[in-house]
């Protein structure tokens, strides 16, 4: 498939114009080419994320090494393999089952995997998602080490998908307040969990007004999904 490289790089110098130094920026390369991703790395860009397992590990060897991949999609526990020997940051864990997994296969390859906790924010569109009421059993597991190859780095969200900008501006607001209100409380170690994932092309400006400091950008940089 063709690709316009001028285009591509002024979408992404107006993305990265448009962000506070302290946000980071996930360029959602799922469904793209190994060539756009490379384009795109070589703007000087590093973290992507990749919502399918299979996708993206099939990605991964083509492209260069010192890529951050971040897994941004729902993991189904069975899938947790393919991602886990190169994956930088896991945003959407909703499970202990999940946990569980990845603890195992971390453990399996040696290595120590970022994860972020999914809080369901939007009131439809999404069944993906812990509830606030399940996240201090969880935190208290991981403060008494029962994954210790796994880091909790913070929380992800998605709003409902609308053009109501109050109501997405709402649910991004809960999200910023949980995660502050954790922090503040001592139930997580402030030094790692740091990271609060949300906002996407139509909607991260208002995210980073309620706190987020790392979005996840896809069609504002690489156009419309085909
Ligand atoms: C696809 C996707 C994005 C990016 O969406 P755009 O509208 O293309 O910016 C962000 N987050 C998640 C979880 C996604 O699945």
Known sequence: MHMDRAALKQRYEQVKSGLPPHVTLVAVSKTRTVEEIQALYELGHRDFGENYPQESRDKQPLLPDDIRWHFIGHLQTN????????????HG???????????????????????????????????????????????????????????????????????????????????????????????????????????????????????GNMVRIGTAIFGPRG
Do not use: C
């Open 79 to 90: 899938k947790a393999k393919y991602i886990v020997p190169f994956i930088h940051l896991v």
């Open 93 to 211: 864990v909703d499970s202990e089952r999940l946990l569980e997994e990845l603890e195992k296969r971390a453990t399996a390859a040696g290595r120590t995997i970022d994860v972020l906790l999914q809080v369901r924010i939007a009131a439809e569109d999404t069944k993906h998602g812990l509830e606030a009421t399940d996240l201090p059993p969880m935190l208290k597991a991981f403060s008494d080490g029962h994954w210790p190859h796994l880091r909790l780095r913070g929380l992800m969200g998605m709003a409902t998908l609308t053009d109501n900008k109050d109501k997405v501006r709402a649910e991004f607001a809960g999200l910023g307040f949980l995660y502050r209100a954790l922090r503040a409380d001592g139930a997580v170690d402030r030094r790692s969990f740091d990271t609060l994932s949300m906002g996407m092309s139509d909607d991260s400006d208002l995210a980073i007004a309620e706190g």
